[in-house]
């Protein structure tokens, strides 16, 4: 079953501005984590919050967490083209045991 | 350099045939995974394997098979009984597993699209 619902499907910005996406879920999760899909590719790993942790930031990347909302935001800043992507969250939980569970995913696009 | 590689890239399947996607790490992760991508959609789940001759479903096994007798190797087949097989097929790997149920990142192959003649 798909337990991440991310928010917005599709996103479009200019280069420059800022980029938040939303993800909520709704069991208890030990980590949560944001990927990255270029069209027809892999996906690739961007960062990963666990659950006892708030905000974390990588480069131009920040994602927040709140458990008691089960919900995360990504914020990607000072967008570029080379963001455009669709991002995907994704939680492991309970018993799963490295079973992740993903997010529908939103769409970003980027104009230059 | 490190990776895993998902042969072929492209893959058409005949009705009522079986087919089979390669999935190879040298990594030396010890979880391997195969996920299923409809157009866009999120990832589902279909088979993972935590260690070698060992493998457990996920929440679409139906209609797909696989083995784990390599640590290196998790070959998907997937039956002529999936009878909705197009798709974007994705496997994956994580080391290390913690038996505490907590997860590292997962890295990627770059996929194979299946479709049906």
């Known amino acids: 079953s798909q337990q991440g619902e991310e928010d917005p499907q599709a996103l479009s910005i200019q280069e420059g501005e800022n980029a938040t996406m939303n993800c909520s879920y709704k069991t208890s999760i030990n980590n949560l984590q944001w990927y990255r899909q270029n069209s027809g590719r892999g996906l690739v790993h961007l960062i990963l919050i666990r659950s006892n942790e708030r905000e974390k930031h990588s480069g131009r990347l920040r994602v927040t967490l709140d458990t008691s909302k089960k919900s995360s935001s990504l914020l990607i800043t000072a967008s570029r083209a080379a963001d455009t992507a669709s991002y995907f969250c994704?939680?492991?939980?309970?018993?799963?045991?490295?079973?992740?569970?993903f997010g529908q995913g939103t769409i970003l696009t980027v104009h230059p | 350099d490190g990776g895993i590689t998902q042969s072929p890239k492209y893959l058409f399947r005949k009705e009522g045939q079986n087919v089979t996607l390669s999935c190879e790490q040298n990594?030396?992760?010890?979880?391997m995974y195969w996920y299923r991508q409809d157009p866009g959609q999120g990832l589902r789940l279909i088979y993972y394997?935590?260690?070698?001759?060992?493998?457990q479903k996920g929440d679409i096994a139906e209609g797909y098979s696989v083995s784990r007798e390599k640590k290196e190797s998790f070959p998907l087949t997937v039956t002529s009984a999936q009878k909705n097989p197009t798709a974007f097929y994705l496997c994956?790997?994580?080391?290390?597993?913690?038996?505490?149920?907590?997860?590292?990142?997962?890295?990627f192959g770059s996929g194979t699209q299946l479709s049906v003649l």
């Open positions: 394997s935590q260690i070698v001759n060992d493998f």
């Open positions: 994704a939680t492991t939980g309970g018993t799963s045991y490295g079973k992740l569970t």
């Open positions: 990594l030396n992760h010890d979880a």
């Open positions: 994956a790997s994580s080391n290390p597993i913690r038996w505490d149920g907590r997860n590292e990142k997962l890295l």
